[in-house]
């Protein structure tokens, strides 16, 4: 079961312009949502991440916004530049114990491609 | 000084082998995991480890046994390979708070496994 989803699978933006990236996730218990940045033949970097309790967290040029009563939440790229070119994950996880514990549900992913 | 790391980095062999992977954190860190990322990039976990205790097993076939000697390790042991066990592998290490579970997760850069 996927209980989360992204959209889009790809996205060409041109340098300077506004990536956006969204996810939707369906288990209410989720109550954190880390974006992951991947770039080819590396591990998944923490980009970002957001708790239920705010709407929006911005960090530089990224940003995150968050809407708990749509259960959705998505990716603001500000500027983007050539070096964003990578694949972004958005993830979600519970603070639940048990065998949930630390266990991230990942989306499909973004590639995304900045055009310089 | 590499946080994560994986050895090999990439690892071919015949169907039917035995091959075990190995995972070092020199963070600090007590809960360990690994992941499968599939050949469409999508990412799922598979165990998880904490103070050298499995606390996630995900439905991986038991052809796949984890093993922790020390909070620092985490290593992935697979018998008799099948074709689809081709994927990259990534192994995760976080930091356990108490009751706020949701840690950042530092990813390795992956081994890259592929079943002749």
């Known amino acids: 079961q996927q209980q989360v989803k992204q959209s889009p699978q790809s996205l060409i933006v041109q340098k300077g312009g506004i990536s956006i990236i969204n996810c939707a996730y369906e288990?209410?218990?989720?109550?954190?949502f880390p974006w992951y940045q991947q770039f080819p033949g590396k591990g998944p970097a923490l980009l970002i991440a957001?708790?239920?309790?705010?709407s929006e967290k911005k960090e530089g040029r990224f940003t995150i916004s968050f809407n708990k009563s749509a259960k959705q939440f998505s990716l603001h790229i500000m500027d983007s530049q050539p070096g964003d070119s990578a694949t972004y994950f958005c993830?979600?996880?519970?603070?639940?114990?048990?065998?949930?514990?630390?266990?991230?549900?990942f989306g499909q992913g973004t590639i995304l491609t900045v055009h310089p | 000084d590499t946080a994560v790391s994986q050895t090999p980095k990439y690892l071919v062999t015949q169907m039917g082998n035995d091959k075990s992977i190995k995972c070092e954190q020199n963070?600090?860190?007590?809960?360990m995991y690994w992941y499968k990322q599939d050949s469409k990039k999508f990412l799922k976990i598979m165990f998880s480890?904490?103070?050298?205790?499995?606390?996630i097993n995900e439905t991986v076939p038991n052809r796949f046994s984890p093993k922790s000697p020390d909070k620092a390790h985490l290593n992935l042991h697979i018998n008799s390979l099948e074709l689809g066990d081709s994927a990259v592998y990534f192994c995760?290490?976080?930091?356990?708070?108490?009751?706020?579970?949701?840690?950042?997760?530092?990813f390795g850069d992956g081994t890259r496994l592929s079943i002749l």
């Open positions: 957001i708790r239920p309790d705010v």
């Open positions: 288990n209410t218990a989720f109550d954190y």
């Open positions: 993830a979600a996880s519970m603070n639940a114990g048990g065998t949930s514990y630390g266990k991230l549900t």
């Open positions: 963070l600090g860190h007590d809960t």
């Open positions: 480890y904490n103070n050298k205790e499995l606390i």
């Open positions: 995760a290490s976080s930091q356990d708070t108490g009751s706020r579970s949701n840690q950042p997760q530092h």
